[in-house]
């Protein structure tokens, strides 16, 4: 019997021996002998941080619930390892050039130095991360709690939640101890990371003793095995659901790549970008070990152990069935290792996220220090960062103590998988895609991360803990279809599969749309330039320009965050290669780009930036930047010239359309003007002709005898009005003969001289206006013609009758010019009266309108009706601005022009 005493002992031992690898690694890296931990097969065994309590115990009893289906987990990152290495290498390769300290940094790189994006990021780091942290604590809890039954003397109601304080304040302790004991330029850890490779060796030691006690010590060999799969009567239930499979592997897969503490292993403790192509095909083979016998234990787990036992400790339950509590002690030092290391990782690469773009922003901010006043950074980073793991362990235990602690360890790390991979297609998208911007990235990652909050996060506490029952049955305000668990009325899914559709499908739509829709800073071009080019020519684009600060203030910061020995030994390296004798470089933008990465390692990349900006007042995108980005910077001016051009067409086509419906209002407006004007035309000879008839009609009669003169001047009267009549009704019916083309020329020679003495004398017939005064030059109107004459004489007429109507001098005189020029004849007729408005000289020439306001006769068909004449003539009549008076120009092919045709 295995007693708790003992337990605790043995932990504590293991922990110890924990603490003395890692002092040695420590020590050995401080003195310069590391060689054996740039090894690659400690950095394949670091990867192991993967297979954590979850694979440990919670693949087993995955296994005895879901049959096969456990696989996923473990073929996602064999995928991204195997087939897309060449991203990997991208990745890794972007990390140790940017001196990338975290997920949220890399984000927050890509996207301009954003400290707001890396904020948000690490919030959502930390919420996702927090049921993992959880899910370590039940493992260790669950399997003392199952040593416990063995052990009568053990206060077993007391167990899980004295075990879960305890084991949380110890992971806390460790992990502040050989997390944090000092600020890596390149924030790598060697004795955590051989720590961990140690407790990847134990932990499948481990997993591979109990499945070879399970094979060949209980089931007898393979083949006993084979058979109990047969005889198993749940084998049935092990189909396989090939789009929950698809979702699971590519969960996993995404997992394997956004997880902080994957990010922190595979990409920021990276000594050796070879290392990658070792890991590439040595992790697969170690996950294929620690998965060999997860269902041979879970097969006779099912089959021995009574019904009801948890499957998630079957992996201890099982040897302890069987009287093996040595091995039990093993696979739980194994489960123990699992656990631990996963929190240790977790919580460091966290605590870098939350002191470099959480704590350190504010303390900039609130205390309005740059980096020469003092004030000791490097303690302020360290206690931020002491500060930060034990809240994100607490975080964990609070989780676990909320929840309950009964959920399956499968379904709590799945949970997580789900919210960590909200930052996959910022990610993706930064890596690959130069048209990702600041604003597509955030708008995606907050939606996402809200949906996952919703649709999973908050409905896995249980009923009524944070969620209410009756919004989860009814959705809010009673809207079935915002159920977190049917949301935009999809039912029937599993939760995990719908959360993870709706979450990441909006994020992406949102990512991709508000990209297109914006337009990446400066700063933000240069640093996707960088990061999609990551693997071309060497070097980059520069955003600093020297000059601005002094090497001083710049190595009191640098000894403030990174110890006055590496600042010393960094800013000797780097007057070194600038050929100076002297300590201290010169501030050129080479050495601010070395010392940003080195700081960025330090305190993450945006509050590096923002820290030498402060003191070298700001960036600048100088010629090197745009030579780095040329094809880019090419692309977007082309893509704005077509914006420019779109946009100048769309409003000249806007402001033709607002000048045609001007138009078009105004001559609505004429046409009622029309309609009103002709009705009075028709009505008043009309008016005239019935009541001067009427009076003739009754002359005979006795009592009103009509004298022969009488009678002479009432019948003149009806004769003149019926004259008008038939003129007004000569002109309209005249428009509509030359509007549908049915009029017949009469082409005849002439002289245009001869047309213009007969308009004008037919013009200044008759009326009592004033006598018209005229300006004519005979001999330049000596010009042969051929066409209709009378047309156009029509035309001519109408244009010196207007003068007389509408010129408002009371001495009008009209200017008759003519020329010949270019096979074309012009004659213009100016009056010397006060012109026309502008904003009727395009309407004049419509029918219906009326030159001037005042009451002259006439419907306004005039100008229409010479329009058609000349356009039926081959020429055109215009309106002639800037004349003085009211102006028009005929124009007309000329007779030798018609002869060559």
């Known amino acids: 019997m295995v007693s708790l005493n003992l337990l605790a002992a043995i932990c ?13 690694a420590e020590r050995a890296a401080a003195a310069g002998r590391s060689a054996w931990l740039r090894s690659p097969w400690v950095y394949t065994l670091s990867l192991s941080i993967y297979c954590t309590a979850w694979t440990f115990y919670g693949a087993v009893g995955y296994a005895a619930r879901s049959g096969l289906e456990f ?20 990745l890794v390769h972007i990390g140790r050039t940017q001196r990338i300290t975290s997920i949220a940094d890399l984000i927050s790189s890509r996207y301009g130095k954003s400290n707001v994006l890396a904020a948000a990021v690490t919030v959502l780091a930390v919420v996702g991360t927090t049921p993992y942290i959880a899910l370590q604590l039940q493992s260790v809890t669950l399997s003392v709690a199952a040593f416990a039954q063995t052990d009568p003397a053990a206060p077993a109601p007391a167990t899980p939640s004295v075990t879960a304080t305890w084991v949380a304040v110890g992971l806390a302790a460790f992990t502040v101890i050989f997390g944090t004991r000092n600020l890596d330029a390149n924030e790598r850890h060697h004795g955590v990371v051989m720590a961990i490779a140690v407790e990847a060796v134990v932990k499948l030691f481990a997993l591979l003793a109990v499945g070879a006690f399970v094979v060949w010590g209980v089931a007898g060999g393979a083949e006993g095995i084979v058979a109990r799969l047969d005889a198993s009567p749940d084998l049935a239930a092990w189909r396989i ?23 922190q292993v595979m990409v920021v403790e990276l000594e050796d970008e070879r290392h ?12 294929f070990l620690i998965s060999l016998f997860v269902v041979p234990i879970a097969v006779v787990g099912l089959e021995t152990l009574p019904d009801g036992a948890n499957p998630d400790l079957f992996v201890l339950t099982v040897p302890l069935a069987f009287g093996q509590e040595a091995l039990a002690l093993l696979a739980f030092l194994g489960g123990f290792s699992a656990a631990t290391s996963m929190v240790v990782v977790a919580a460091i690469a966290l605590s870098i996220m939350v002191s470099n773009h959480i704590v350190m922003p504010i303390w900039l901010r609130v205390g309005r220090r740059g980096a020469t006043v003092s004030g000791d950074v490097r303690h302020v980073v360290l206690l931020a960062r002491r500060l930060s793991i034990v809240g994100v362990v607490f975080l964990g235990y609070l989780y676990y103590r909320l929840s309950g602690g009964g959920a399956a360890l499968a379904s709590i790390g799945l949970i997580a998988f789900a919210g960590i991979v909200q930052v996959l297609p910022a990610m993706i998208g930064g890596l690959f895609w130069r048209g990702a911007t600041r604003n597509g990235a955030m708008a995606g990652i907050s939606a996402g991360f809200a949906l996952w909050l919703y649709t999973l996060f908050l409905p896995s506490f249980g009923p009524d803990m944070v969620v209410p029952a009756a919004l989860m049955a009814e959705g809010p305000f009673g809207i079935a279809w915002l159920r977190p668990y049917a949301l935009f009325g999809i039912e029937g899914l599993d939760p995990l599969i719908h959360s993870v559709l709706w979450s990441l499908s909006i994020n992406t739509v949102l990512f991709l749309a508000v990209s297109l829709a914006s337009f990446p800073a400066p700063l933000e071009r240069l640093q996707g330039a960088q990061f999609v080019s990551a693997l071309g020519a060497p070097g980059g684009a520069r955003s600093w320009q020297g000059g601005a600060v002094q090497s ?11 110890g006055p020995a590496e600042a010393q030994a960094l800013f000797r390296r780097e007057a070194a290669r600038q050929g100076l004798s002297a300590d201290l470089p010169e501030a050129t933008p080479d050495f601010l780009e070395v010392l940003e990465r080195e700081l960025a390692g330090s305190i993450g990349a945006a509050a590096a930036h923002a820290m030498l900006a ?23 001016m082309e893509y704005s010239s077509r914006l420019e051009a779109q946009q100048a067409e769309l409003t000249r086509t806007a402001r033709q359309l607002r000048a045609a419906n001007e138009k078009l209002t105004q001559l609505s407006v004429q046409k009622d003007a029309f309609l009103s004007q002709i009705s009075h035309e028709l009505r008043t000879p009309m008016t005239s002709i019935r009541a001067f008839s009427e009076i003739l009609r009754d ?36 428009l509509s003969v030359l509007e549908n083309g049915q009029v017949s020329l009469n082409i005849r020679d002439g002289s245009l001289g001869d047309v213009v003495d007969h308009a004008v004398a037919t013009a200044a017939a ?28 029509q035309v001519f007429i109408n244009l010196v009758s207007n003068v007389r109507k509408y010129c408002e001098s009371e001495a009008p005189e009209l200017t008759i010019r003519a020329g010949e020029a270019g096979g074309w004849v012009t004659v213009d007729f100016i009056d010397n009266g006060r012109g026309i408005p502008t904003d009727q000289q395009e309407l004049i020439f419509e029918k219906f309108a009326r030159i001037g306001e005042h009451g002259a006769g006439g419907a306004g068909l005039g100008l229409a009706i010479c329009r058609e004449i000349m356009a039926r003539l081959g020429g055109t009549i215009a309106y002639l601005p800037g004349q003085g008076g009211a102006a028009f120009r005929v124009r007309l092919p000329a007779a030798a022009a018609l002869a060559a045709q």
Do not use: K
């Open 12 to 24: 504590l031992g293991y922990v110890a021996f924990l603490f003395a690898v890692a002092f040695a």
């Open 699 to 734: 002359m005979g009669a006795e009592d009103a005898p009509l004298d022969p003169a009488a009678q002479a001047r009432y019948a003149g009267i009806i004769h003149d009005e019926a004259i008008r009549l038939t003129r007004l009704l000569d002109d309209l019916l005249d």
């Open 241 to 263: 659901d090939g789009a929950r499979w698809a979702g699971l592997t590519f969960l996993a897969a995404a997992a394997f790549l956004c997880l902080p503490r994957m990010f």
């Open 71 to 90: 696989l996923t987990i473990y073929l996602g990152p064999t995928l991204v390892m195997v087939g897309w290495w060449w991203g990997l290498n991208r």
């Open 614 to 636: 402060q003191m070298a007042g700001g960036t600048q995108v100088s010629v090197q930047d745009l030579l780095a980005v040329a094809d880019e910077t090419a692309q977007i």
């Open 766 to 793: 008759g009326g009592d206006r004033p006598a018209l005064g005229l300006r004519r030059d005979p001999a330049s109107e000596r010009i042969p013609l051929s066409t209709d004459l009378d047309r156009l004489s």
């Open 552 to 562: 001083e203030d710049l190595m009191m910061m640098a000894q403030r965050i990174l």
């Open 276 to 287: 990658l192509r070792t890991a590439s095909w040595a992790f697969p083979l170690y996950v």
